[in-house]
T-cell receptor, first 117, second 112 residues
């Protein structure tokens, strides 16, 4: 089946630095990718939808200058958390849509645990 | 915004028992999906049920959908300790490459 690889799985960074998270579709082309954020013991909150070759669509309340999303190819989307602060510490998960999958098209990455100290 | 609301928020049962989780949603949907998440991991897709379906089975999983009540249930039969995880429902309104709206989840603990 479809596989989405997300890296890194864990990252600790200092406050004020930037962190890049990668999401790759390994065996399919993902025209659309989604980025979610999950706080402890809570559900997934969609941050943005990215389409290959175009600007990401951010959900209300998500700062696009802080959470930079790039979807430059059909197999790679990146989320960069700029000038990270402790409140950005969270679990970030990407999801990719496989347009060839007729029954179910969403595949999720394994998530990235970001800790800002 | 959260669309789905799962209940119960937490469920603890003994191995071998059945576990039932419910999900309610607010707007019209094209499909509803159930996912499983082990602690600190990504999501695993369990089952998708379309708005014109009422029931679907997959192994030990049984999902029902009542569009008139805007609710769905996930039944796990003969539970195992390995079923311990959080379970989320998510709704899609179009059936294509759309964003999913997730519920708050049910934390299931299956005691050996």
């Amino acid at each position: 089946g479809a596989v989405v690889s997300q890296h890194p799985s864990r990252v600790i960074c200092k406050s004020g630095t930037s962190v890049k998270i990668e999401c790759r579709s390994l065996d399919f082309q993902a025209t659309t990718m989604f980025w979610y954020r999950q706080f402890p013991k809570q559900s997934l909150m969609l941050m943005a939808t990215s389409n290959e070759g175009s600007k990401a669509t951010y959900e209300q309340g998500v700062e696009k200058d802080k959470f930079l999303i790039n979807h430059a190819s059909l197999t790679l989307s990146t989320l960069t958390v700029t000038s990270a602060h402790p409140e950005d510490s969270s679990f970030y998960i990407c999801s990719a849509w496989d347009s060839w999958e007729t029954n179910y098209g969403y595949t999720f990455g394994s998530g990235t645990r970001l800790t800002v100290v | 915004s959260q669309q789905g609301e799962e209940d119960p928020q937490a469920l603890s049962i003994q191995e071998g028992e059945n576990a039932t989780m419910n999900c309610s949603y607010k707007t019209s949907i094209n499909n509803l999906q159930w996912y499983r998440q082990n602690s600190g991991r990504g999501l695993v897709h369990l089952i998708l049920i379309r708005s014109n379906e009422r029931e679907k089975h997959s192994g030990r999983l049984r999902v029902t959908l009542d569009t008139s009540k805007k609710s769905s249930s996930l039944l796990i039969t003969a539970s195992r300790a390995a079923d311990t995880a959080s379970y989320f429902c998510a709704t899609g309104s179009q059936g294509g490459s759309e964003k999913l709206v997730f519920g708050k989840g049910t934390k299931l603990t299956v005691n050996p």
